[in-house]
């Protein structure tokens, strides 16, 4: 029997993309798979309805309780939970360690679930790698609100008033968001540094005509993450860095690591080194930011700095995120449907590293310790 996939419309706030396209719903159904897509599930993202030709529309009753296999952008509520029927399997970001609840939830209704930013950093996983391909949009969204927030041009100018020098950006994080922002500032003319904690970075960093700050700190980590810094190493990268960023015009950040707060880099006396008129855009703000006075969702000013910290950036580019994203969960499913079926490989390394909850249990042992340990 052919497996019914659906995609609800979004409820999270200001959640404006949608789980598939018209063009990854074609593909899944030209693999046998029934899609059903919820009535207006693609306005927000400028897919109208018309445009998913390979979809069977339906009313919200319908696209939960008549579904195998739901695929998701933004985590669900527990009255979507409640909503799908027990055993169903469930696709989408997660974030288990912000919502114990809803972890709890989906192992009490027996769903099979599969968190995207838990499919593991290797080669072979890179086009499903949904993380990286929302952080290259949350990076290139980063310069342009930098440029749009700052009191000065990016490029250098030549004007009847004289020449007016570039600004100076800086990057802290050279992860795939921030290799798209010192990529996007560089397009806008900005004069572009960058560190990041990971060495192997420098080559990438300079090969986009941005400069390589290095402070003589290191924190090569597993699976192209870095490593926590131990308090020392916090302590010499924070007094390194300050000289810079008292000369940036806009400082980025991005570092970030999964299933903890934000690391602070940016102490409030940093800031307030800063120039007036400073940018400070702190993409790290899901986790609580980077910088001290970081309020996430807010833009706030501190002696003449201007901090900004958005959340759900990839949104705010809905079409192409959408687009992205359904691509990578085609490459990530396409394996584990066999004609129509949905048939996971649970010896594959994939899939069973990048799965929360299974047959009522947390099978993701760091979700599972977190939250056991919560209970106790």
């Not at 308090?231 to 990268?237: N, Y």
């Amino acid at each position: 029997m052919s497996v019914r996939m659906s995609v609800p419309r979004e409820t999270a706030s200001g959640e404006l993309r949608v789980a598939l396209d018209p063009v990854v719903a074609g593909r899944f159904a030209q693999m046998g798979v029934t899609v059903q897509l919820e009535r207006d599930a693609g306005a927000a993202a400028h897919f109208p309805d018309a445009a998913y030709e390979s979809a069977t529309l339906l009313d919200t009753d319908a696209v939960y309780g008549e579904t195998d296999l739901m695929v998701r952008v933004a985590p669900p509520t527990l009255a979507e939970i409640e909503r799908l029927p027990e055993g169903a399997t469930l696709v989408g970001f997660f974030y288990a360690h912000r919502s114990p609840d809803v972890v709890a939830a989906l192992q009490h209704r027996r769903i099979l679930s599969f968190a995207m930013e838990l499919v593991p950093r290797i080669s072979r996983a890179q086009s499903m790698d949904a993380l990286s391909s929302q952080a290259a949009v949350a990076g290139y969204k980063a310069a342009l609100m930098g440029a749009d927030l700052s009191c000065r041009f990016f490029p250098m100018l030549t004007t009847a008033a004289g020449t007016i020098r570039p600004s100076k950006v800086i990057v802290i994080g050279a992860g795939v968001a921030g290799l798209q922002a010192i990529a996007t500032a560089r397009r806008l003319g900005a004069m572009v540094e960058a560190y990041d904690v990971r060495s192997a970075t420098k080559e990438q960093v300079e090969s986009l005509g941005a400069k390589f700050l290095d402070l003589g700190v290191k924190a090569e980590g597993e699976g192209g993450y870095a490593r926590e810094l131990t308090e020392d190493e916090k302590k010499q990268q924070q007094e390194a860095l300050a000289g810079f960023i008292a000369k940036a015009d806009v400082l980025i950040t991005t570092a970030a690591i999964p299933g903890r707060p934000s690391p602070k880099l940016i102490p409030a006396s940093m800031v307030s080194g800063m120039k007036p008129g400073a940018v400070i855009v702190d993409l790290a703000a899901e986790g609580g930011g980077n910088c001290e006075l970081t309020e996430p969702g807010q833009t706030v000013e501190h002696e003449g700095v201007i901090i900004h910290g958005p959340l759900n950036v990839p949104s705010q580019v809905a079409l192409h995120a959408s687009e992205m994203y359904a691509k990578n969960l085609l490459n990530f499913l396409t394996p584990m449907i066999q004609d129509g079926e949905f048939k996971p490989d649970w010896d594959d390394e994939v899939v069973a590293k990048s799965c929360l909850t299974r047959d009522g249990e947390i099978v993701h042992a760091p979700t599972r310790e977190a939250i056991q340990g919560d209970a106790s």
